[in-house]
């Protein structure tokens, strides 16, 4: 076997001699395009309202040291002018639109995407005659439901909201039909059934006004759990399905690999991506998010790509256990407002790199006990192959991958704590020839991402060996492998005595 070494500082990573090891396996299988990461731009965590531009200025754009490229902001529900409904948890305040605006500008000028959800529809349109959801006193918890005589109304609405954004100069890519339509709440809220929003889609959303914003995407409600009801009736109604481009949800108590795994599978049948719209991995505690922690939120990304999801967008942008520092001096040391957090290193893991990619299949053995903790994911992106690896437990484990392609380079991001040093640590893996076996043994409690180079040459000579019985004159193949009638351009030539040579051909 071939030795690789990496090195940064004083770090080191060599091919490991240990008999136990964890066997993964890539294949060729391709499975989901990932659309991209994000995060919402809300009241609470821009204060105020979405007009502080300083987190999106450190997430986003091409100079961003995390790169996310979706952003989600509520469509409270007002209308546009004078006419309008207090702000959650302070009901004597009104709050508009406008609060999205500045966020939203900046996520588009650096190419991003922005989607709007309604918190609710209008009180008017309303059976308890209010925004909030119901689960309040004061109204005699009386379920806030979109009157079935307002169905008509609810579309129309919301292209007032894709008008005033345009006015404001957003070009809103996607619209909800509702955030968590299952679960009652005090503040702004909606409750649908799974049958409530069949009949509002499949009735009403050709009122949505895709002629004047072509590339306008309808996006399903948002379940609190990832409930596959909501999804699978929209889905298995043809007329519904038809008008539905993404299936989203929630993972509030349901783990990636249960609900929204089963919404996934269907969804993927018909060709419908997949968002995890909304969740905050250890919400609310009282300090900083440890590296354990760190790590669970890093297993969670992965297993929403296991699951089938396109999309990932967590919650707030700004808060102690989010990406981006709130400066509160009682999760001081290192909450310094507007920095950037530790998980925001970890989430860039995913959002700089798988973003844009196709996820591979791929399959693991164990030839011990050890390494049970370790979750893994791999993908292809232009002539990068990627390998993800997550170890949350203190003893070394060792990785043994099997490649689909040999690749000639690599590079291993690797993050083994909070501490800033730990967290961008780059590596240079050399390869002395192209392969398709590595072997490596992983830093425990870490997050590694394995960027290989494909050998493209390399590959395309090797299946030309296999693909074609043996020939008296030449053959011809392009730069993948596939055989071609006649050479053109850069193309690769196996000769009859077996030598191979690259090309390239002048008309």
């Given at each position: ?15 490991t ?6 066997k ?6 391709r ?5 991209g ?30 790169g996310?490229?979706?952003?989600r ?5 007002n ?32 190419g991003?995407?922005v ?5 609710s529809?209008?009180?008017?349109y ?24 307002c169905?008509e109304?609810f ?25 968590e ?5 005090s ?7 799974p ?8 009735n009403?959303?050709?009122l ?8 306008l995407?309808?996006i ?29 949800g ?8 249960g609900n ?20 905050s ?12 922690e ?20 967590y919650?707030y ?5 989010a990406?981006?520092g709130?400066?509160?001096?009682q ?11 530790p ?22 053995d ?28 203190e003893?070394?484990?060792a ?5 689909p ?21 780059k590596?240079?893996?050399e390869?002395?020839e ?23 040459e ?17 053959q011809?193949?392009?730069l993948q ?11 690769i ?15």
């Amino acid at each position: 076997m071939k030795q690789i070494f990496t090195s940064v500082l004083a770090l080191a990573i060599a091919m490991t001699t240990q008999a136990a090891f964890i066997k993964l396996t890539v294949d060729t299988t391709r499975c989901q395009t990932i659309t991209g990461f994000g995060a919402a731009a809300c009241d609470g965590a821009m204060c105020p309202f979405g007009t502080d531009t300083q987190p999106v200025k450190l997430l986003y754009g091409p100079t961003s040291k995390v790169g996310l490229n979706i952003m989600r902001m509520e469509i409270s529900p007002n209308f546009i002018g004078d006419v309008r409904v207090p702000e959650w948890g302070n009901w004597d305040t009104p709050y508009d639109w406008q609060g999205s605006v500045p966020s939203a500008k900046y996520v588009k000028q650096c190419g991003g995407i922005v989607f709007g959800t309604p918190w609710s529809p209008p009180g008017d349109y309303k059976t308890n005659g209010t925004a909030q959801g119901g689960n309040s006193e004061d109204q005699g918890y009386q379920r806030g439901e979109l009157r079935e005589d307002c169905y008509e109304k609810f579309f129309p609405w919301l292209n007032t909201f894709l008008e005033y954004m345009k006015s404001k100069g957003v070009d809103v890519d996607a619209v909800s039909v509702q955030n968590e339509p299952d679960w009652w709440v005090s503040y702004s809220g909606c409750l649908y059934t799974p049958q409530q929003q069949l009949k509002l889609v499949k009735n009403y959303a050709h009122l949505l006004d895709r002629e004047t914003y072509p590339g306008l995407r309808l996006i399903s409600a948002e379940p609190l759990g990832f409930d596959p009801n909501y999804s699978n009736m929209l889905l298995n109604d043809a007329v519904a399905r038809d008008q539905v481009d993404i299936i989203a949800g929630h993972i509030y108590g349901h783990p990636p690999l249960g609900n929204l795994k089963s919404a996934a599978t269907l969804a993927s049948k018909y060709g419908k991506e997949v968002w995890m719209t909304e969740h905050s991995v250890t919400d609310n505690i009282d300090h900083l998010p440890n590296w354990h922690e760190q790590l669970i939120f890093a297993e969670e990304l992965n297993e929403c790509m296991l699951a089938g999801c396109t999309g990932y967008i967590y919650w707030y942008m700004r808060a102690h256990w989010a990406f981006v520092g709130t400066g509160e001096s009682q999760y001081n040391p290192g909450n310094t407002k507007n920095k950037l957090l530790p998980r925001a290193y970890v989430m860039s893991h995913f959002s700089k790199h798988v973003t844009g990619s196709t996820r591979l299949k791929t399959s693991r053995d164990k030839t011990s006990g050890e390494g049970a903790a370790l979750e893994t994911s791999a993908y292809i992106k232009g002539d990068s192959l990627i390998v993800m690896a997550i170890d949350t437990v203190e003893t070394p484990c060792a990785i043994k991958m099997q490649l689909p392609y040999k690749v000639k380079s690599g590079t291993l991001l690797l993050s083994t704590g909070n501490e800033l040093e730990n967290l961008c640590q780059k590596i240079t893996m050399e390869i002395d020839e192209p392969t398709n076996t590595i072997q490596v043994d992983l830093h425990p409690r870490s997050l590694s991402t394995f960027i290989f180079m494909i050998d493209r040459e390399e590959d395309a000579i090797r299946d030309m060996k296999y693909a074609d019985a043996p020939s008296s004159e030449s053959q011809y193949y392009d730069l993948q492998g596939r055989r071609i009638t006649a050479p053109h351009d850069l193309y690769i030539e196996k000769r009859a005595d077996g030598t191979s040579r690259k090309v390239f051909h002048q008309q």
